[in-house]
């Protein structure tokens, strides 16, 4: 055997098996996708002693080798060695839970025609004997004809012994001592001959059966009440998405301020010139309506991912699965839609976790009419602008109410939505809702700390790359041609930007608006809130960003009419206006189709609803 | 002697234990739909002889929520309709004097 060892880690979803993989490679892990499908792929690496080199990955959870889902295929092709993504393994660590040894046990029982050295991994020993289970680990190794070691992967108990087992010594000996099955071809025992012997072996290496984990069943008794349930949920969601908003203040504003610290210096030290407004208004602009977002963003993951590695996520489709089947989504699209109030780029990352492939479609489909904060600029700015602030009644004023009805009007249409796209495009079978309540755990500050890095990561990644990438390209836009010398319009006017803006105009006149808002949806496309900036500019504002808006809502409302406001509002509800969302849907459809259809039907939608607004309202004053 | 009862898991009272017998194609069981629910609920522990009892479920008719022997499995109740139990009895028979 070479100096190189390929492992793959397997086991049943909420086996611990990623807290392993944690455990085992550290910060050695690479976390990317497999090309073509949209399966996310796990792969790390770690030294044995003495020198052997181990190169790990974590295949995808799942209960059998009988692939059900995208995920599955994946874990499949590559243990049977058909799969063309993976290298040829030497050995697969199986992970098994020990506080519920039958079905695990048959999994690993089914893996013995793979043909493979198999080391079992005896996990979350320690949740075991909390419940009082007493298992005898040397009588399931002789039972399976495999290595056993137990661990405890979230307190990297057993995972030394584990990365010994690899050494080049341990190996020769332990192969010597368990013998390899050849590969069996053609049907395996039946399902139903595993789980008999699986029956067998986990009631004779049970020494003490142990009792039902008290606190799940307590708190599941007030979790998953039919009553209070909900309404701990709505807590919970409550005090998420005050966290998302006002936690993230301070450090958006440090963020701010930085980005402005450096446009100063650049101002100062760059010659004026083509090159300082490429850094200024392109790169630093550019990089700044990125990272803006990220305190945003980190907190919601942070909240997703404890939420996630308590064990509370499942219980939350639970709760939520009949409401969200009445739109015709699945319990499991609840939190990919709630995370876009945030932003649609995690909403439809999140989207992973829907396993049913249509459900997954339609809720990545829907996932930009949830109001994301990049449209809070906007709406501030035309509501501030038009919408009197009296009070309706009982102390309720206008301006709140129509900045909820917005929230509204986004949600309501995602349902209609969701529900036509479930009767015509994404048509098929009811979805299932079969999915295990994992037990509860307290989530691991080291598992969190990784995953909220990975998550950061993938996002400065897809989104950063993209919106850096066209707001230089909308900068050189707006700054080319340059205006002529007896100019009497704004720059913008004369420039690309400007000349494709007036050429829309054509297009956009009809629902009320003017050459200016037509030149703003231009440089509008790298990110929303980036429109009120382009307006800025376009009205020859300039100053600190705080100070064009509130002078922009003053230009405003002497240059607009009120039908054209509202119909701008009514376009933004809509508006498939984020290149990055477009680039992350095309990602995770791995389809120009299906991206082409949400950059379309948003359009058709938000052309509809700002043209009946505008006329509407037209009409009425 | 009380026979044990044969039904099928959408109709098991609330925090009674009962036993698999038979898993079936289900009530709303779909032609040709890619996974088969048989295989599936197979996979989550559903088996022949496993004790099952339901705990919750959802707001509005939702979901089940189902104790298979160690796990907790959600599953909506037309699904849970191809799963057979035998509930035993709940309360033993008076045993008359003899």
Not at chain 1, 72 to 83: C, F, I, K, N, Y
Not at chain 1, 372 to 397: D, E, H, Q, S
Request: net charge neutral; hydrophobic share 50%.
């Amino acid at each position: 055997m070479e100096d190189t060892l390929r492992v793959a880690l397997v086991g049943n979803p909420n086996s611990g098996k990623s807290s392993l993989f944690n455990a085992l490679t550290g910060s050695q892990q690479k976390v990317g996708n497999y090309p073509g499908v949209t399966v996310e792929r796990r792969a790390g690496r770690f030294e044995v002693p003495h020198g052997r080199l181990v190169k790990i990955v974590d295949l995808p959870g799942t209960y059998s080798l009988t692939p059900h889902s995208p995920d599955e295929v994946v874990t499949h092709d590559v243990l049977m060695g058909t799969s063309t993504l993976e290298h040829l393994l030497d050995v697969v660590v199986c992970v098994i839970d020990a506080t519920n040894l039958r079905p695990h046990v048959r999994f690993a029982l089914e893996l013995k025609r793979l043909g493979l050295p198999i080391i079992i991994a005896l996990n979350m020993m320690d949740l075991a004997a909390r419940d009082g289970i007493e298992l005898d680990p040397a009588r399931l190794s002789e039972e399976l004809g495999m290595p056993v070691i137990p661990t405890i992967a979230v307190r990297r108990t057993g995972i030394q012994e584990l990365i010994d087992s690899f050494s080049t010594e341990a190996w020769s000996v332990l192969w010597k001592t368990f013998s390899v099955l050849p590969v069996t071809t053609g049907p395996g025992p039946s399902v139903r001959d595993l789980q008999k012997e699986a029956r067998r072996i986990a009631a004779a290496v049970t020494v003490h059966e142990g009792v039902e984990h008290v606190l799940t069943r307590r708190m599941d008794a007030v979790v998953l009440n039919p009553f209070i349930g909900p309404l701990f949920l709505l807590s919970v969601l409550f005090l998420m998405f005050q966290a998302v908003f006002a936690w993230a203040e301070a450090p958006m504003a440090w963020i701010d301020s930085g980005i402005m610290a450096l446009q100063r210096l650049s101002l100062e030290f760059l010659p004026a010139g083509l090159l300082q407004s490429l850094v200024v208004d392109g790169l630093l602009a550019g990089v700044g309506s990125v990272v803006i977002f990220l305190p945003q963003i980190l907190i919601l993951f942070a909240f997703i991912l404890v939420l996630e590695a308590s064990g509370y996520m499942a219980r939350a489709a639970f709760l939520m699965d009949r409401i969200m089947t009445m739109a015709g989504l699945n319990g499991r699209a609840f939190i990919p839609l709630l995370s876009s109030f945030a932003c649609a780029i995690p909403g439809i990352m999140a989207a992973r976790t829907i396993d049913h492939p249509r459900d997954r479609l339609t809720t990545i489909m829907v996932a930009p009419l949830m109001t994301c904060a990049a449209r809070l600029p906007v709406y501030t700015l035309i509501i501030a602008a038009f919408i009197p602030n009296t009070i309706v009644f009982a102390g309720v004023r206008l301006q709140g109410l129509v900045m909820f009805g917005l929230y509204i009007v986004g949600i309501v249409s995602a349902l209609i939505v969701a529900g036509v796209l479930k009767k015509t495009l994404t048509k098929g079978a009811p979805p299932r809702l079969l999915m295990e309540l994992p037990k509860y755990q307290v989530p691991r500050l080291r598992d969190l700390i990784l995953g909220l890095l990975e998550r950061a990561r993938l996002f400065i990644r897809r989104a950063g790359t993209i919106i850096l990438f066209s707001m230089i390209v909308l900068w050189g836009l707006a700054s080319f041609p340059a205006p002529p010398p007896d100019a009497t319009e704004p720059d913008i006017f004369y420039s690309a930007a400007g000349q494709i803006g007036r050429a829309l105009e054509v297009v956009f006149a009809p629902i009320g608006f003017n050459w200016e808002i037509s030149v703003a949806l231009v440089p509008g496309m790298a990110a929303r809130e980036v429109a009120v900036g382009a307006l800025g500019t376009v009205y020859s504002l300039s100053g600190s960003e705080d100070a064009v808006a509130s002078s922009l809502a003053t230009v405003l409302q002497s240059a607009w009419s009120l039908p054209t406001a509202l119909a701008f509002l009514a376009w933004y509800v809509f508006a498939p206006q984020c290149l990055s969302t477009l680039a992350v849907a095309r990602r995770e459809t791995n389809s120009w189709g299906w991206t082409a259809f949400m950059f379309g039907y948003l359009f058709a939608l938000a052309y509809i609803a700002a043209g009946a607004t505008y006329w509407t309202t037209k009409a009425l004053m | 002697m009380t026979s044990s009862q044969l039904i099928t898991l959408d109709l098991l009272p609330h925090g009674l234990s009962a036993r698999i017998s038979k898993i079936g194609k289900g009530a709303n069981a779909v032609e040709n739909s890619e996974p088969d629910l048989e295989e599936l609920l197979l996979g989550l522990g559903f088996e022949e002889g496993a004790s099952v009892e339901i705990r919750h479920q959802g707001p509005l008719g939702g979901p089940l929520a189902v104790r298979v022997d160690g796990r907790l499995i959600a599953l909506r109740p037309a699904d849970a309709a191809a799963v057979l139990v035998k509930t035993a009895p709940s309360h033993p028979e008076p045993v008359l004097d003899a």
